[in-house]
């Protein structure tokens, strides 16, 4: 019998409203709509913040599927500012070195390479979301099932685990770049006893959708 997972008195999960169609554009976007993976990768030559890297031989390159803190962004846990920007760039920096492997995953994001980063196995778009340091972006995901379920999976991890800004509060980095520190905060609510046995079902229910979660937001006054 599986033990109740640790879980957190909140939660922020990010995904579309119920019954909407998040359709990114062809050319241009935060990070492009997936197709096949080019066999010629780029060379990485270093970070630029949590979900962009340098390349050697041109622009810097997108990393598909993941959304960081902006490097100017702060969480607010346990009554303290956290750098919650710089502490995503700085778990991206052992990911973006030149023998990692940087593939097109889509059409350019305003002029950048769109790219999948991976090096000695890890993940770079899942670690950073699974570390609690960046969102997935699941309306520029859905020709790619399988990642989007991965990495929804590893957002609820963190969330669980009460992993990066997931520990506190924050505000979501398309927010803030749109509106900077008067951006919304999301982040963890208290909850009511049977509000958290309910979310803990949901939780451990691999059945569980994002329209669920979304549901169970809104029906306790949530916004996602």
Not at 10 to 33: D, M, W, Y
Not at 67 to 81: L, M, R, V, Y
Not at 118 to 132: F, K, L, M, W
Not at 188 to 200: I, L
Request: without cysteine; positive net charge.
């Amino acid at each position: 019998m599986n033990s109740t997972p640790a879980l957190p008195q909140g939660f922020e999960i990010n995904q579309p409203p119920p019954g909407s169609e998040v359709k990114p554009p062809r050319k241009r976007g935060l990070i492009g709509n997936r197709k096949p993976e080019s066999p010629t990768p780029l060379v990485v030559s270093g970070e630029v913040d949590g979900d962009t890297i340098r390349t050697q031989s041109g622009p810097n390159a997108r990393i598909y599927g993941a959304d960081a803190f902006e490097i100017g962004q702060n969480a607010f846990i346990g009554g303290k500012t956290v750098p919650i920007g710089v502490q995503s760039r700085s778990a991206l920096m052992p990911l973006a070195k030149p023998d990692a492997r940087a593939l097109s995953a889509g059409p350019p994001s305003y002029g950048r390479p769109v790219v999948t980063l991976n090096r000695g196995g890890v993940d770079a778009g899942r670690s950073q979301i699974e570390q609690g340091l960046a969102l997935p972006v699941p309306g520029f995901m859905q020709n790619d099932q399988p990642r989007l379920k991965d990495y929804i999976d590893a957002q609820r991890g963190a969330i669980g685990a009460e992993r990066g800004a997931y520990a506190g509060q924050y505000q979501v980095p398309a927010d803030y770049r749109k509106q900077g520190d008067a951006a919304p905060m999301s982040g963890k609510v208290p909850m009511t006893a049977p509000q958290y046995s309910e979310f803990v079902g949901l939780m451990r229910n691999p059945k569980t959708s994002p329209e669920q979660l979304d549901a169970f937001a809104a029906k306790h006054g949530r916004s996602l």
